[in-house]
């Protein structure tokens, strides 16, 4: 045990105690790495999937990227200012599910929460996808190991969000920044370029010629280019979700990460953008020969194919990869609100060895690894659903905020009131747009996975209240009157085990039934003359019996069950104690080497569900010396127990 405590401690870290927590929290630089992965790594893939609808356009379609893009960008100027305000109205956390369940009620809350679960769940499954396919582009020879590196990445991910918040932090701040700088420097040089060829610069790498027009533009192709530039703005959330992740002052460090976040990101999504249009840079159908995205042409066309475009498209790769991250630090704290007010299982309350919400972090990783092996690694079908759950968040959280301020009633609230109203409104319409855009091309899901979500949730919660509601305590104890109850000890043989457990049950009870199940005479009498001889003499005056239980069929379970239910019958004011003799053993392996019949029989009598029967485990661990006088040996002394 002490080996496999090793090993756990060097894969996940020492265990950190509750006091330590301070020490745990982060700052502005470890919150961009930790909460922004998601929303920065959009500039990524963001203005490819708006030029991707754009390409019917041809050689005019890089015209029109940047109105489309200057739309996403209001729409995250918005967002913006609406979650900076929810942060200082929530310094706990004011996610979707926080304000929409205050400000609207449960439902609304419900539904807020299973949208966000959707949206953090297909943003680890896209994201790594997305990053492993960028890396199979550059490398074709890593194509038949696609799901293996996608499965490879997310246990890493898993394992170093397991060993606490600090820690993810110092590991995703290098290739967070190292993406922001190499990026932005090439935004940057595009720019500079562009001022001196005034407004007219030529690619060092000329991008590929674009198709011919088969299309005209039309306001439904700008609205469906717009729904899928919305996918820039998943992720936002996140920072609102984990406020008292912060150092103190936690709420400034809060609003100062999400501002960092949204403005790099604004910043590379508009340079993105501008520098497609005069290079004349636009998509490319994925499936073509030479396919290259966006980006790289992009970099390529500003610093030419050598060592700046390398090491900016291996920051580009390794931040899709690991922009998964976001949901490791959002959905884990989202179920543990939920599991708070009973919508999930408690347990996913519970902080881990590292006070991290470890079982949402393994539950998250579980559900995306399913995803990838479904989809094979390749998870093209799950984009049109990407950005329908955050959007369906945003509209409901600003919804809750515009009646937060509404009740508020507090001077001076109105401009946060009309943010708020605005942001309701254009979300809304986003959501809207995005539903309409995408439904076809599998949208429609959502109608199914939202309402299974919140039947959960549901269910959860009345399970709850009946547990609740039944074990309820409503009257004032006595504990008058009591009786001892009536002991029965399942024996096989007598052993020193048999022995611990029966002189357990004399402590317990005066009333014992040592009972033996018999597949012949010939052991029952065997055992019968073993117990006058070794445990009659010392129980004379104490009511202590063996009842051997004939069993030609070799059953064991089904006569002892019997045998419960009629003392049960015969003595109906008292309780039952069932003392189980159970061997454990020092070894895995040895677990193979014995019957496990002490499990077999706690599960029967467990699955019974009959509160009058009480099971009592009594453990004799294999290879250790009794530490009680009188058990087995004298003290100082040890037993081999080789047989149960």
């Not at 280019?225 to 936690?250: D, H, K, Q, R």
């Not at 970099?299 to 498209?313: D, K, L, P």
């Not at 009131?417 to 809207?432: D, S």
């Amino acid at each position: 045990m002490s080996g496999m405590s090793s090993i756990i401690d060097r894969l996940l870290g020492r265990p950190l105690a509750t006091a330590e927590e301070e020490g745990q929290r982060i700052g502005v630089l470890a919150g961009v790495a930790i909460l922004g992965l998601d929303g920065l790594s959009s500039a990524a893939y963001g203005p490819e999937a708006a030029m991707a609808i754009l390409l019917p356009l041809g050689a005019a379609s890089p015209r029109y990227i940047t109105p489309v893009t200057l739309t996403v960008l209001a729409l995250l100027g918005i967002l913006y200012l609406s979650y900076r305000q929810t942060i200082r109205a929530y310094p706990n956390g004011g996610g979707s599910y926080t304000v929409a369940r205050e400000n609207l009620g449960e439902n609304a809350g419900l539904l807020a929460g299973a949208a966000l679960i959707l949206d953090y769940v297909l943003n680890v499954a896209v994201g790594i996808s997305a990053g492993v396919g960028a890396l199979v582009s550059a490398i074709p020879a890593l194509q038949p190991w696609i799901l293996t590196l996608c499965l490879l990445i997310l246990v890493f991910i898993t394992i170093v969000n397991l060993r606490g918040i600090r820690e993810s932090g110092l590991v995703f701040s290098i290739p967070t920044y190292l993406f922001v700088g190499t990026l932005g420097g090439v935004v940057l040089m595009g720019l500079f370029k562009t001022l001196l060829n005034g407004g007219h610069p030529i690619g060092i790498v000329p991008p590929p010629a674009l198709p011919p027009a088969t299309e005209v533009v039309s306001l439904w192709l700008l609205l469906r280019a717009f729904a899928s530039g919305c996918t820039a703005m998943t992720g936002v959330e996140a920072v609102s979700n984990a406020v008292n992740a912060f150092e103190p002052p936690t709420t400034e460090k809060a609003q100062a990460t999400l501002t960092l976040i949204v403005g790099l990101l604004i910043a590379l999504l508009a340079g993105i953008a501008f520098l497609s249009h005069v290079y004349a840079i636009g998509a490319m159908e994925g499936s073509a020969p030479g396919y290259q995205s966006v980006l790289s042409q992009l970099t390529a066309a500003v610093t030419g194919r050598g060592f700046a475009y390398y090491v900016t498209m291996g920051a580009v790769i390794s931040v899709l990869c690991l922009s998964a991250n976001t949901s490791f630090a959002g959905l884990p704290r989202l179920l543990r609100l939920l599991a708070v007010d009973n919508y999930l299982p408690h347990a996913f309350a519970n902080r881990g060895r590292r006070l991290v919400y470890s079982l949402g972090i393994v539950t998250l990783a579980a559900f995306s690894a399913i995803l990838l092996f479904i989809f094979g690694g390749i998870t093209d079908r799950l984009i049109p659903l990407f950005a329908i759950g955050a959007f369906l968040a945003f509209t409901l959280s600003q919804a809750g905020m515009v009646m937060h301020w509404r009740r508020s009633r507090q001077p001076g609230t109105f401009p946060s009131l009309a943010i708020n109203f605005v942001g309701c409104i254009a979300t809304a319409v986003a959501l809207a747009i995005i539903l309409v855009a995408k439904f076809a091309e599998g949208a429609w899901i959502t109608l199914l996975l939202l309402p299974g979500l919140l039947w959960l949730f549901n269910a959860v919660r009345a399970h709850y209240e009946r547990v609740h509601k039944e074990t309820a305590l409503d009257h004032v104890v006595t504990f008058d009157n009591l009786t001892p109850p009536v002991v029965i000890v399942p024996l096989h043989r007598l052993s020193t085990i048999a022995e611990k457990a029966l002189r357990f049950a004399l402590e317990l009870s005066p009333d014992v039934v040592a009972v033996h199940i018999a597949a012949d005479e010939e052991e029952s009498t065997a055992l019968r003359e073993q117990w006058n001889r070794q445990i009659t003499p010392p129980c004379v005056g104490r009511s202590v019996r063996l009842v051997s239980l004939s069993s030609p069929y070799r059953m064991l379970f089904g006569p002892l069950l019997d045998f419960v239910d009629q003392v049960k019958k015969q003595h109906e004011d008292r309780l039952i104690a069932v003392i189980i003799p159970e061997l454990v053993e020092q070894h895995w392996w040895e677990l193979f080497l014995h019957k496990q019949r002490a499990a077999g029989l706690k599960a029967h009598l467990l699955l019974r569900g009959d509160n009058r029967v009480i099971i009592v485990n009594v453990p004799w661990y294999l290879g250790r010396a009794p530490e009680l006088v009188g058990v087995g040996h004298p003290p100082n002394t040890t037993t081999r127990e080789t047989t149960t």
